[in-house]
């Protein structure tokens, strides 16, 4: 199959693997929440972490994020390569909430590799990707890895070849007012303090060779405003209903349904995009029912549960 095969396939929100020069990526529609969610699907995630955008260039960057003077010089020096960086999302950004994991920030990278780029090129769209294995699984670096823990969970994997770095990119948080290194990666701290001074590192790192273990816990999470009752099966006045399935009980101000027909990777979908919706005035709190604890059900019942635990402040933690 060519690149045009699997452009089509992403363009349909169909997934793909692909190679990068770091690892191989598991490739869809960035702009597509229905897309998105099938990468979670493969992945078996037991969380929804945010994922990275992976786009051409700067240029193409920019209609994404609020691109900014640090950012223009690591670019310049860095990209294509294995430098992730971390910037808000601007107002109306393509790019689906739940790629971000509802964040208010988006990660965007050019990778390297001739056939990503292609396949970028060629699909017309910014493509999210993760590490193409399985949740908790060693990242490949080969298509015939990507075969053996997700060959049929893809439609297609472009063959190109082993990574050339072979390790992650490195995560760049550029949203702080001090640059905050998120994830060691292929771009190294020193080369980066070369371009643009002294960085910070997250806390959140562990030393040694645990490092790169827990990628996904570095991102705060997305939470609303409002309080989440979870579980709910019965409804208050003041309250806003996020149903899941045909059966939702009656009386809510304010009803979104993540899937009528109970279809767990069409709520997942559809999971940020309703929350946020629902978190605006009017709505006193928001009642969720229960959703079940099966395939992509555990990483929403996750993203539930911080929902729901948050203390309410700034709608952040
Ligand atoms: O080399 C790579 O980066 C590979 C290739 C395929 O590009 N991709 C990759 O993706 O490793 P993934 O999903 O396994 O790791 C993405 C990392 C995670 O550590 C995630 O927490 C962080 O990027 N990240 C993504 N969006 C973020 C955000 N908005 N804020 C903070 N961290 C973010
Ligand atoms: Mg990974």
Redesign the pocket.
């Known amino acids: 199959m060519s690149i045009a095969d699997a452009a089509r396939l992403i363009r349909e929100g169909e997934l793909v693997a692909f190679p990068?020069e770091?690892?191989y990526?598991l490739g869809g529609d960035a702009t597509n929440e229905r897309a998105v969610a099938k990468i979670f699907e493969a992945k078996g995630r037991p969380q929804f972490?945010?994922?990275?955008s992976?786009v051409l260039d700067a240029g193409e960057a920019k209609r994404l994020v609020q691109w900014n003077e640090t950012a223009d010089k690591l670019a310049a020096r860095f990209w294509p390569g294995?430098l992730?960086l971390?910037l808000p999302r601007i107002k109306g950004s393509p790019i689906a909430l739940l790629a971000?994991a509802g964040?208010d920030?988006?990660?965007i990278?050019a990778?390297a590799h001739p056939m990503a780029q292609a396949l970028i090129r060629a699909a017309g769209r910014p493509i999210a990707?993760?590490?193409a294995n399985r949740s908790g699984a060693v990242s490949p670096t080969r298509a015939e890895h990507v075969a053996e823990s997700l060959g049929d969970r893809v439609k297609l994997i472009l063959d190109g070849g082993p990574c050339e770095v072979g390790l992650?990119?490195t995560?760049l948080?550029l949203s702080t007012s001090t640059p905050t290194l998120?994830?060691p990666?292929g771009a190294t701290r020193e080369a980066i303090e070369a371009v643009i001074g002294p960085i910070a590192v997250s806390d959140a790192i562990p030393s040694g060779d645990s490092a790169r273990k827990s990628?996904?816990q570095?991102?705060s999470h997305y939470a609303p405003a409002r309080p989440v009752r979870l579980n709910a099966t019965n409804i208050a006045a003041d309250e806003a209903l996020l149903a899941f399935g045909p059966q939702s009980p009656s009386g809510a101000r304010q009803t979104l349904n993540l899937s009528p027909n109970g279809d767990l990777t069409e709520a997942a979908a559809n999971l940020f995009t309703y929350l946020r919706a629902l978190d605006q005035a009017g709505n006193v709190r928001i009642a969720v029912m229960p959703i079940p604890q099966t395939g992509l059900g555990l990483a929403i019942n996750d993203r539930l549960r911080r929902a729901a635990a948050d203390d309410g402040t700034d709608g952040r933690r």
């Open positions: 990068t770091t690892v990526g972490n945010p994922l990275i992976h294995p992730t971390v971000t964040l920030t988006a990660a990278r990778p990707g993760p590490s992650e990119s995560v948080d998120l994830r990666g990628p996904g570095l991102a």
